[in-house]
């Protein structure tokens, strides 16, 4: 079973950057798609990126398209999101996700997903 630890969050101003990572235990993290989601006060979890178990396709929510950028090094069982241009509308709790997959999809629904990190706060001020 994969277990997900995220780290990197924290205060930054407007326009800055962040990168979150996060760390994933078990030897088959090679065959998990995985992606990141975020949640906000008093609002639904929302998709913000997905990559796939070869990191060879990625798919951005509307909203970090341009801005922010997923990626992940198997060989390290870590995936990454590198927040640039960082809005104080991107303030939330993110969380990493993923699920074991025997092709070459990246999922954007958060009930595709079974397993997740705890989460970790960015907090964007103006």
């Known amino acids: 079973q994969v277990q997900l630890v995220e780290s990197g969050g924290g205060l930054v101003q407007a326009g800055g950057s962040l990168r979150l990572s996060c760390a994933a235990s078990g030897r088959t993290f090679s065959t998990y798609a995985t992606g990141w989601f975020r949640q906000a006060p008093g609002k639904e979890r929302e998709f913000v990126a997905a990559?796939?178990?070869?990191?060879?396709?990625?798919h951005y929510a509307d909203s970090v398209k341009g801005r922010f950028t997923i990626s992940r090094d198997n060989a390290k069982n870590t995936i990454y999101l590198q927040m640039n241009s960082l809005k104080p509308e991107d303030t939330a709790v993110y969380y990493c996700a993923a699920r074991y997959t025997s092709g070459s999809y990246v999922y954007t629904s958060l009930y595709e997903y079974d397993l997740w990190g705890q989460g970790t706060q960015v907090t964007v001020s103006s």
């Open positions: 990559i796939n178990r070869s990191a060879g396709r990625t």
